[in-house]
């Protein structure tokens, strides 16, 4: 088993492009990119399941911790892994965020070529611990 | 200046005055008295001496009588006496002597009664004395002239005298010749004695008394005084130098004077009268001192008591004088310090209460005794409130603990004092102890606020962590599409490069533009931005604002919704910044702009003001974020929550330029009708470029 669906969220269009071509081209993934936290609520309530979800932590209107919440909410996504991806340098809130139950915690910016590897291996890892 | 005395207030000079002629007064007192306590002494050894002058003269006076008389018996006794014999007899009573005469009567045929002229001497011979001593015994007569006799008769009595001339006169007495009697004055003092030879008995003339006497001449003695007393005179030692003079009171009250002792024989006060009364006969012994002597006489003692004196006086006002400048120096060092200290006091009180820093006087016992109102203004508390209580009782349980244990070391402490509504108040702390002039140890406390500095640190901070977001963020783009590009050429076909390159010189124009946003934000607030303003119309600008636009609105398929004034407006702007900031206004615009929505664009002219409205018709702007809309990252308050996007720096870059233009820029946002951004500029009325920039700057 593999890791194959990412939903990416991120109100940086350009990121949203960048990432989205970095994980399909370089990862193989299947990426479903989206710009907020209601949109990435909304994506999932829809149906769509992704084995990781990748959250920008600065965000307007509902930033990444609000929507990690939200997420978790959800009844199927109660497992599923998720990484943070901020620019924040030193986040203060790292301990928080391992406590809400962040699995990984991506910088920006970040290595096109590392990105997909860091995703299997997170993925790898949240399958291994029961 | 002022001496006090019990009861009196004098003033100094009024003591020193009265000390000094107390003191010269005394002194001339004592000083006189004492001359005159000399003169006192001095005139009764005068008087001793001249006592002992009296006796002197009166006794040699009664021995020169006694030995007249002698020689006027010797005389009348012989019948014929002749030089020799005369001479004989007289010889051992010579020393009385200074010179002695004998007057025999002229016959009345004698040449002499015409001429005058013949007496008989008879010197002694015997004697060359080196003091002087003469004995010229001359016996002479001459004519007489006058009728009393000149001379003094000691020893004729005057009575037998009279009654001698009488009976001359009256015939008794027989004469065998007319006595011619002349007695000359001699130098000096004459003594006289009538040499009388019994009348044979003849029976011619009678005498009063039976008996019947010749009138042969007289003996008479001259008396030079001096020479006669000298040895006498000088024998009486402490009398010193005298004037003595000797005068008869004869009839014809002609004074004879001698002097003997030197200096001029001048009346003087201090004379004594001696009256002698001598073989009945006044005499006057005038004694008196020579001026010379009389002047010796007071020493210099009187004069120098005088001067003693007003020294001893010169001394206590100069001693007087000099405490008092000494005490005068005193007060004015008194003064000067005591006026050195209210100055002292004054600038300390002024440090104390207007010095930024909380500053509390404690006493040993930690208590607080003075609060300046910044520690006032740091508690919010009144002074009324501190006094008395517990200097420690103002900190946090923790930080009184610390306070406790580390007080005494030089540094200031990092401690928290109890806040009013509790929230703890960040404070430097720090003790310095003292010591009052009496020993009592005392101590100021000085309380730092760091809330301003910790507020800034923490600004501080936001704003690093915004901004290395802020750049990150266009960062992880360029890198992530360059890196892209570079290694996987293979995997991406010529649109995907294409459009990553495309990623990320857009983003490096991004990372450019929020550079040249942090530049502009300092400069405008160091008031260093400079612009450069002319006067144009302002239509012309906008629609170059608005072109840059077209496609963003395109995308958005947002139109423009415009309402212009008819006239021409036209303001003092700089066009490139005039440009940015309504590109700037519309960038915003077209970013809360629901799709398919318009833009209202409002450009009039209000009493002198250009007013231009840009309006979107998005959700607008939370009132209470309203006020804070035109702050440096008003957007990025800490949290993760951004309302707005952008480099948080763009509407409060708009704002300051706007002022720096002379105009002002703000927001409204009723709710449901979007948001409207509104800058009002003066309208350009003939004002110079520089009076504009001026009234800009």
Same mark, same amino acid.
């Given at each position: 088993?593999?890791?194959?669906?990412?939903?990416?969220?991120?109100?940086?269009?350009?990121?949203?492009?960048?990432?989205?071509?970095?994980?399909?081209?370089?990862?193989?993934?299947?990426?479903?990119?989206?710009?907020?936290?209601?949109?990435?609520?909304?994506?999932?309530?829809?149906?769509?399941?992704?084995?990781?979800?990748?959250?920008?932590?600065?965000?307007?209107?509902?930033?990444?911790?609000?929507?990690?919440?939200?997420?978790?909410?959800?009844?199927?996504?109660?497992?599923?892994?998720?990484?943070?991806?901020?620019?924040?340098?030193?986040?203060?809130?790292?301990?928080?965020?391992?406590?809400?139950?962040?699995?990984?915690?991506?910088?920006?910016?970040?290595?096109?070529?590392?990105?997909?590897?860091?995703?299997?291996?997170?993925?790898?890892?949240?399958?291994?611990?029961? | 200046?002022?001496?006090?005395?019990?009861?009196?207030?004098?003033?100094?000079?009024?003591?020193?005055?009265?000390?000094?002629?107390?003191?010269?007064?005394?002194?001339?007192?004592?000083?006189?008295?004492?001359?005159?306590?000399?003169?006192?002494?001095?005139?009764?050894?005068?008087?001793?001496?001249?006592?002992?002058?009296?006796?002197?003269?009166?006794?040699?006076?009664?021995?020169?009588?006694?030995?007249?008389?002698?020689?006027?018996?010797?005389?009348?006794?012989?019948?014929?006496?002749?030089?020799?014999?005369?001479?004989?007899?007289?010889?051992?009573?010579?020393?009385?002597?200074?010179?002695?005469?004998?007057?025999?009567?002229?016959?009345?045929?004698?040449?002499?009664?015409?001429?005058?002229?013949?007496?008989?001497?008879?010197?002694?011979?015997?004697?060359?004395?080196?003091?002087?001593?003469?004995?010229?015994?001359?016996?002479?007569?001459?004519?007489?002239?006058?009728?009393?006799?000149?001379?003094?008769?000691?020893?004729?009595?005057?009575?037998?005298?009279?009654?001698?001339?009488?009976?001359?006169?009256?015939?008794?007495?027989?004469?065998?010749?007319?006595?011619?009697?002349?007695?000359?004055?001699?130098?000096?003092?004459?003594?006289?004695?009538?040499?009388?030879?019994?009348?044979?008995?003849?029976?011619?003339?009678?005498?009063?008394?039976?008996?019947?006497?010749?009138?042969?001449?007289?003996?008479?003695?001259?008396?030079?005084?001096?020479?006669?007393?000298?040895?006498?005179?000088?024998?009486?030692?402490?009398?010193?130098?005298?004037?003595?003079?000797?005068?008869?009171?004869?009839?014809?009250?002609?004074?004879?004077?001698?002097?003997?002792?030197?200096?001029?024989?001048?009346?003087?006060?201090?004379?004594?009268?001696?009256?002698?009364?001598?073989?009945?006969?006044?005499?006057?012994?005038?004694? %008196?001192?020579?001026?010379?002597?009389?002047?010796?006489?007071?020493?210099?003692?009187?004069?120098?008591?005088?001067?003693?004196?007003?020294?001893?006086?010169?001394?206590?006002?100069?001693?007087?004088?000099?405490?008092?400048?000494?005490?005068?120096?005193?007060?004015?060092?008194?003064?000067?310090?005591?006026?050195?200290?209210?100055?002292?006091?004054?600038?300390?009180?002024?440090?104390?209460?207007?010095?930024?820093?909380?500053?509390?006087?404690?006493?040993?016992?930690?208590?607080?005794?003075?609060?300046?109102?910044?520690?006032?203004?740091?508690?919010?508390?009144?002074?009324?409130?501190?006094?008395?209580?517990?200097?420690?009782?103002?900190?946090?349980?923790?930080?009184?603990?610390?306070?406790?244990?580390?007080?005494?070391?030089?540094?200031?402490?990092?401690?928290?004092?109890?806040?009013?509504?509790?929230?703890?108040?960040?404070?430097?702390?720090?003790?310095?102890?003292?010591?009052?002039?009496?020993?009592?140890?005392?101590?100021?406390?000085?309380?730092?606020?760091?809330?301003?500095?910790?507020?800034?640190?923490?600004?501080?901070?936001?704003?690093?962590?915004?901004?290395?977001?802020?750049?990150?963020?266009?960062?992880?783009?360029?890198?992530?599409?360059?890196?892209?590009?570079?290694?996987?050429?293979?995997?991406?076909?010529?649109?995907?490069? %294409?459009?990553?390159?495309?990623?990320?010189?857009?983003?490096?124009?991004?990372?450019?533009?929020?550079?040249?946003?942090?530049?502009?934000?300092?400069?405008?607030?160091?008031?260093?931005?400079?612009?450069?303003?002319?006067?144009?119309?302002?239509?012309?600008?906008?629609?170059?604002?608005?072109?840059?636009?077209?496609?963003?609105?395109?995308?958005?398929?947002?139109?423009?919704?415009?309402?212009?004034?008819?006239?021409?407006?036209?303001?003092?702007?700089?066009?490139?910044?005039?440009?940015?900031?309504?590109?700037?206004?519309?960038?915003?615009?077209?970013?809360?702009?629901?799709?398919?929505?318009?833009?209202?664009?409002?450009?009039?002219?209000?009493?002198?003001?250009?007013?231009?409205?840009?309006?979107?018709?998005?959700?607008?702007?939370?009132?209470?974020?309203?006020?804070?809309?035109?702050?440096?990252?008003?957007?990025?308050?800490?949290?993760?929550?951004?309302?707005?996007?952008?480099?948080?720096?763009?509407?409060?870059?708009?704002?300051?330029?706007?002022?720096?233009?002379?105009?002002?820029?703000?927001?409204?946002?009723?709710?449901?009708?979007?948001?409207?951004?509104?800058?009002?500029?003066?309208?350009?009325?003939?004002?110079?470029?520089?009076?504009?920039?001026?009234?800009?700057?």
């Amino acid at each position: 088993m593999s890791l194959r669906k990412v939903l990416l969220v991120d109100d940086e269009p350009d990121i949203r492009t960048l990432v989205s071509m970095i994980l399909r081209k370089l990862g193989g993934l299947e990426v479903e990119a989206v710009a907020s936290g209601h949109a990435a609520v909304a994506c999932l309530q829809s149906g769509y399941a992704p084995d990781l979800i990748v959250l920008d932590v600065m965000m307007p209107e509902m930033d990444g911790v609000q929507t990690l919440e939200a997420i978790r909410a959800l009844p199927a996504q109660k497992e599923t892994p998720v990484c943070f991806f901020t620019a924040k340098v030193h986040p203060v809130e790292l301990q928080r965020w391992h406590e809400l139950g962040v699995s990984d915690v991506l910088s920006k910016p970040f290595s096109p070529a590392l990105l997909p590897k860091q995703l299997q291996e997170c993925w790898q890892r949240c399958q291994k611990t029961p | 200046m002022k001496i006090e005395l019990p009861g009196v207030m004098l003033s100094y000079r009024l003591v020193v005055i009265c000390v000094a002629l107390t003191g010269i007064l005394l002194s001339a007192s004592l000083a006189v008295f004492v001359w005159f306590k000399q003169l006192d002494e001095w005139q009764q050894r005068f008087d001793l001496g001249a006592m002992r002058h009296q006796h002197a003269v009166e006794s040699k006076l009664s021995d020169i009588a006694n030995a007249l008389d002698d020689v006027g018996r010797f005389v009348a006794a012989s019948e014929e006496v002749t030089e020799a014999e005369f001479r004989f007899f007289v010889t051992p009573l010579l020393k009385l002597f200074y010179g002695l005469s004998w007057i025999e009567q002229v016959p009345a045929d004698s040449p002499a009664v015409t001429t005058g002229v013949r007496w008989h001497d008879m010197s002694p011979g015997c004697h060359t004395s080196d003091r002087d001593w003469r004995y010229p015994i001359r016996h002479y007569v001459t004519n007489y002239s006058g009728d009393g006799l000149t001379g003094l008769d000691m020893r004729c009595d005057e009575k037998r005298l009279t009654a001698m001339l009488h009976a001359r006169d009256s015939g008794q007495l027989t004469a065998t010749d007319e006595v011619i009697l002349l007695a000359r004055p001699l130098p000096g003092l004459a003594l006289f004695r009538p040499v009388f030879r019994g009348l044979p008995d003849k029976g011619e003339g009678s005498r009063p008394d039976g008996r019947r006497a010749h009138l042969r001449g007289y003996v008479s003695a001259g008396v030079n005084f001096s020479g006669m007393f000298g040895p006498e005179l000088a024998a009486l030692g402490d009398t010193g130098l005298y004037q003595v003079a000797l005068s008869s009171q004869a009839a014809t009250g002609e004074h004879v004077w001698l002097s003997w002792g030197g200096g001029k024989g001048l009346a003087l006060p201090w004379e004594r009268k001696v009256q002698l009364h001598f073989a009945s006969k006044q005499m006057t012994l005038r004694i %008196s001192p020579t001026r010379q002597f009389w002047l010796q006489r007071h020493d210099a003692t009187p004069l120098l008591i005088l001067l003693a004196g007003l020294a001893y006086t010169a001394l206590i006002v100069a001693w007087m004088n000099s405490q008092n400048k000494r005490r005068r120096q005193a007060e004015m060092l008194a003064i000067a310090r005591s006026d050195d200290l209210i100055d002292r006091e004054a600038r300390l009180a002024a440090l104390f209460m207007h010095a930024p820093i909380g500053i509390v006087r404690c006493d040993d016992k930690g208590t607080m005794m003075e609060v300046n109102p910044a520690t006032l203004r740091l508690v919010q508390a009144t002074s009324q409130d501190l006094r008395g209580r517990d200097y420690l009782s103002l900190f946090t349980p923790w930080s009184a603990a610390v306070f406790r244990k580390r007080w005494r070391e030089p540094e200031w402490l990092e401690l928290e004092l109890q806040g009013e509504d509790g929230e703890p108040i960040p404070v430097l702390a720090r003790v310095l102890t003292m010591r009052q002039p009496d020993g009592t140890p005392y101590a100021w406390a000085m309380l730092e606020d760091l809330r301003a500095i910790r507020h800034n640190e923490r600004l501080k901070r936001e704003f690093i962590a915004t901004i290395s977001h802020e750049l990150r963020t266009p960062l992880s783009a360029i890198i992530g599409a360059v890196d892209l590009v570079r290694d996987q050429t293979g995997l991406l076909d010529a649109e995907e490069q %294409s459009l990553l390159l495309d990623m990320a010189a857009q983003n490096a124009r991004q990372l450019h533009q929020l550079i040249d946003d942090l530049l502009d934000m300092e400069r405008l607030e160091q008031g260093k931005l400079s612009l450069h303003t002319e006067l144009l119309p302002l239509l012309p600008l906008i629609r170059k604002a608005q072109a840059r636009f077209e496609v963003l609105l395109a995308d958005k398929r947002l139109g423009w919704r415009e309402h212009f004034c008819s006239e021409e407006v036209t303001a003092h702007v700089d066009p490139d910044r005039f440009i940015q900031i309504m590109g700037n206004l519309f960038s915003n615009a077209v970013k809360f702009s629901p799709p398919d929505a318009a833009i209202i664009l409002r450009v009039d002219v209000v009493s002198g003001t250009v007013r231009i409205a840009v309006t979107d018709e998005g959700s607008g702007i939370p009132q209470d974020f309203l006020p804070s809309l035109f702050q440096p990252f008003a957007q990025a308050d800490g949290s993760d929550r951004r309302s707005l996007k952008g480099s948080g720096l763009g509407l409060a870059i708009c704002h300051g330029l706007i002022a720096r233009m002379g105009g002002s820029l703000r927001a409204e946002s009723p709710p449901g009708q979007g948001a409207s951004f509104i800058i009002e500029l003066p309208l350009a009325s003939g004002r110079t470029a520089e009076e504009s920039a001026h009234v800009a700057a």
